[in-house]
């Protein structure tokens, strides 16, 4: 079936430093992927949908400058951390849904783990 | 807005007993999708069960099935004869259209499932 990867899994940085996470479809293309945020114990929040080749749409409350996205190809959409602060630290997870005319599930990336020193 | 409520944190069942779910959820939409998801510690999401809002008959996936009933705006998944590999927390989630490109989901709170030998 669809994959959808996610890289790194875990990773630990400094307060201030910047972090990228990508995440891709491995077997289909995705116009569309959605980025999750996820505070241990609690549900997936969503932060944003990316879209291929426009501006990603954030939900409320979502700071755009804090989290960048782009979705520079059917394959690969990335989220960076910019200055990252302990409060930053969360499970981020991010999943694709394969175009028009398919309505069934959603496919997730197995999720990175940001720790924020 | 879609609201989705899992009233039970926490649940308890032993190995190889039926265990039930609950979701309600809140839509002024007329055409919508329910998941079910599984969460192991790893923190991966996994598929389990979809159910379409005009789907006649409830959907049944291997052990799992969903008890959908319209007009309570429930979807109670059903886990037959449970297993150890089984506890997790499982997220019920919705998605407010079909049409193509809408697979953006809102996500219940969780209960975390544990099975007992």
């Known amino acids: 079936g669809a994959v959808v990867s996610q890289h790194p899994s875990r990773v630990i940085c400094k307060s201030g430093t910047s972090v990228k996470i990508e995440c891709r479809s491995l077997d289909f293309q995705a116009t569309t992927m959605f980025w999750y945020r996820q505070f241990p114990k609690q549900s997936l929040m969503l932060m944003a949908t990316?879209?291929?080749?426009?501006?990603?749409?954030?939900e409320q409350g979502v700071e755009k400058d804090k989290f960048l996205i782009n979705h520079a190809s059917l394959t690969l959409s990335t989220l960076t951390v910019t200055s990252a602060h302990p409060e930053d630290s969360s499970f981020y997870i991010c999943s694709a849904s394969i175009p028009a005319g398919k309505t069934g599930e959603l496919f997730f990336g197995e999720g990175s783990r940001l720790t924020v020193l | 807005a879609q609201k989705i409520t899992q009233t039970q944190p926490g649940m308890f069942v032993q190995e190889k007993e039926a265990v039930t779910l609950d979701c309600t959820y809140d839509?002024?939409?007329?055409?919508?999708?329910l998941f079910w998801y599984k969460q192991p510690s790893s923190g991966e999401m996994i598929f389990l069960i979809y159910?379409?809002?005009?789907?006649?008959q409830n959907a049944t996936e291997g052990r799992y099935s969903l008890n959908f009933q319209k007009a309570r705006k429930s979807a109670n998944l059903v886990i037959s004869a449970s297993q150890l590999g089984d506890s997790a927390m499982y997220f019920c989630?919705?998605?407010?259209?079909?049409?193509?490109?809408?697979?953006?989901?809102?996500f219940g709170t969780g209960t975390q499932l544990k099975v007992e030998l």
């Open positions: 990316s879209n291929e080749g426009s501006k990603a749409t954030y």
């Open positions: 989630a919705m998605r407010d259209r079909l049409t193509g490109g809408g697979n953006k989901l809102t």
């Open positions: 159910q379409g809002s005009y789907d006649e």
């Open positions: 839509t002024s939409d007329q055409s919508y999708g």
